[in-house]
């Protein structure tokens, strides 16, 4: 039996969240958003998810980007979702990866644990890092992750697609998303 997908986006990856839906046969889930003069975001879930397979496509292409894919993994997670695959097709700051010089900040790493710190759906999180520019940012991502990358997408489909958890189809609950205590 095949799974069916809501599919969510966040605005700057609207247009891909249509593709992996149509391509998946998916749902395209819809979000109220709204920015305010101040610049803080309102954003509400208006289709259901309880219970529902989910995926979410966002790059952290920008501070804000970032922040509008985890406030929304966040809540897709509170309502409900079934499970959740993150569709990441950018990942900021990969070639900041390791400091080189004394006290610099290595983002790509404070990056990959602000998403590992996403609550976990009841059936598990995955998520899909495309065309990284190092090999090691896995790696950074805290709680076993259940990652997979690939080298870059061609006619549509992951090329190289190399798992991170092999054997899991799906995370169990709390291998992403979770912080080890």
């Not at 986006?9 to 395209?28: F, N, P, W």
Request: a positive charge; hydrophobic letters at 35%; proline letters at 5%.
């Amino acid at each position: 039996m095949s799974r069916s997908f809501v599919v969510f986006g966040i605005r700057s990856y609207a247009a891909i969240a249509v593709q992996v839906a149509e391509l998946t046969k998916g749902k395209l889930g819809e979000v109220d958003v709204r920015e305010f003069p101040d610049g803080e975001r309102y954003q509400r879930i208006v289709t259901n998810v309880s219970d529902k397979d989910v995926v979410l496509v966002g790059g952290t292409i920008s501070d804000k980007a970032t922040l509008e894919i985890y406030d929304l993994a966040c809540a897709l997670v509170k309502y409900g979702a079934r499970s959740l695959d993150l569709i990441i097709p950018y990942f900021g700051y990969s070639t900041m990866e390791r400091a080189v010089k004394l006290g610099e900040v290595v983002t790509a790493k404070t990056r990959a644990r602000l998403l590992s710190s996403i609550p976990s759906a009841s059936q598990g999180n995955r998520a899909l890092l495309l065309d990284l520019h190092s090999d090691g940012i896995p790696h950074y991502f805290e709680g076993n992750p259940c990652l997979w990358k690939t080298d870059g997408v061609e006619g549509g489909a992951p090329t190289g697609r190399k798992g991170l958890c092999p054997g899991v189809d799906r995370c169990r609950p709390g291998q992403m998303g979770s912080i080890p205590r």
